[in-house]
């Protein structure tokens, strides 16, 4: 196969356009390679909701972030 | 061409954050702009959102239970892994090599299931852990920089 040619002889790989506008594949990318594939994923520039994260909690919890997991977790302990 | 790195996140990375807790919300943060730009790849256990969830809901706190599990989920470039039957065999091997909880173990193999670069924690009963390097998002972040993934 030309993929596993062009991987085994570390060349470029081109795609062309055409190609790529017909998988709606614009603007960032990620490309994924595994160990017998590619993946091309869509990559979201989004963050504006990580700072949402940011003090959901914060007023709630008298302990840390550590204690609260080991708390939870002294549950599963045999 | 190389390809992106995985890292597994623990749930302490997110409740430091949801907490706003000081030195620990910078670099996590951080660590998750990296992955939502595409830097980088997150993974998390599905065991996270209920450890997240069930903390919340804990103290009577349902809704900002659902929203910080949602806002987990919505993360850009990050995989939650469900713990299948197939994970069983490798949760108990390691929970017993590594002298881990069933919980840590669970959480831990979802990142090495998919074979993370790493996994992020700021829990010390991960330092001797040898399966996987497991580290502070600050420590990790300072490894990015020496290899150019982050300025």
Request: net charge negative; hydrophobic share 40%; aromatic share 4%.
């Amino acid at each position: 196969m030309i993929l596993e040619r062009i991987l085994k002889e570390g060349l470029d790989l081109n795609l062309p356009k055409e190609l790529l506008e017909k998988a709606h594949i614009m603007g960032r990318i990620n490309i994924v390679v595994e160990e017998d594939e590619i993946t091309i994923r869509k990559a979201s520039g989004k963050i504006g909701r990580l700072e949402e994260m940011a003090g959901l909690g914060k007023g709630i919890f008298k302990k840390d972030s550590v204690s609260l997991q080991r708390e939870l977790r002294g549950e599963w302990k045999l | 061409m190389e390809a992106v790195k995985r890292v597994g996140l623990d749930t302490n990375i997110f409740m430091g954050i949801f907490l706003e807790e000081k030195d620990k919300l910078e670099p996590s943060l951080q660590m998750l702009k990296l992955i939502s730009n595409g830097d980088l790849e997150g993974v998390v256990s599905s065991i996270s959102l209920i450890e997240v969830a069930t903390l919340f809901y804990q103290k009577d706190e349902s809704q900002k239970g659902r929203k910080a599990v949602d806002l987990i989920r919505a993360l850009s470039n990050t995989t939650i892994v469900d713990v299948t039957a197939d994970m069983a065999i490798n949760i108990a091997s390691t929970k017993v090599s590594e002298r881990l909880s069933i919980a840590d173990a669970a959480v831990m193999t979802s990142a090495i299931e998919l074979r993370s670069d790493v996994f992020l924690t700021y829990d010390n009963d991960f330092a001797k852990v040898k399966k996987i390097r497991c580290m502070k998002p600050e420590d990790y972040l300072k490894i990015l920089k020496e290899e150019g993934v982050q300025e």
